[in-house]
C-alpha cells in the first residue's frame, strides 16, 4: 500500500526564491537538504492507502475543498521539530491564509477518514520541511534565526494535490513523489 499526502504545492517563484535564499547556505550544514521539486505543505498524510480507495478520496477531497475561501500565502520564518534545542526538522512557516490552510486540512483528514484511511493524527502546523538533520537531534538556534529573516513572494492557493511517496526510489535514496490527482480550486 502506498503512502500518499494531501499537500499545496508552492508554485515554481516561490520555490525558485526559497532555493536561492537557501542555496548559498546549504554547505554550511550536513543536513539532508529538502530538493526542490518536493517542497510542500503537507495538509493530511495517510501512511497506508490501499489503491482501490484513492479513487474514492479525491472524489471526496474534491467536493469537500468545493467553496474553499480563497487565500494569499507566503512562506516566511522559521518551524522546528521538535524543538529548538533537539531539531531534526527545519522548515519555513507559512503566512497570510492559515485559516484557509487549517480547514483545507480538516477537510482533507476527515475526507480520508471516511473512506476507510487511516490519517496521521498529528497536529496541523503549516510549514515547509526544508532539511532534516539526519536523525540526530541538533541545535538549530543559528538556523532559525536566518531562517526568521526570510520572508518568499506571496502567492495564491490555486490547488492540491494528492502525493504518492514511494520511499528510498528517488536519486540518493530520496523518495519519489508521484502526483495522483490535483485539484483545482
Known sequence: MPRIFTAVVPPDEAVEHLDSF???RRAAAPFRWTRPEHLHLT??????AAD??????VDRLADVLDGLAPADLSLAGAVVFPNVAEGRVLAT???GGV???ATASVRARNAAVA???E?????FRPHVTVARTGGRPTELTSWVRLLETYEGPPWSLASVQVIASHL??????SPRYETLAEIVL
Not at 495538509?43 to 497506508?48: G, K, Y
Not at 482501490?52 to 478520496?57: E, F, I, L, N
Not at 490519517?119 to 497536529?123: A, L
Open 119 to 123: 490519517v496521521d493524527g498529528q497536529r
Open 22 to 24: 537557501l542555496e548559498p
Open 93 to 95: 512557516g507559512v503566512t
Open 115 to 117: 473512506c476507510g484511511i
Open 43 to 48: 495538509l493530511a498524510f495517510m501512511p497506508e
Open 52 to 57: 482501490h480507495r484513492v479513487d474514492a478520496y
Open 99 to 101: 485559516d484557509a490552510l
Open 168 to 173: 528510498g526510489e528517488g536519486p540518493g535514496r
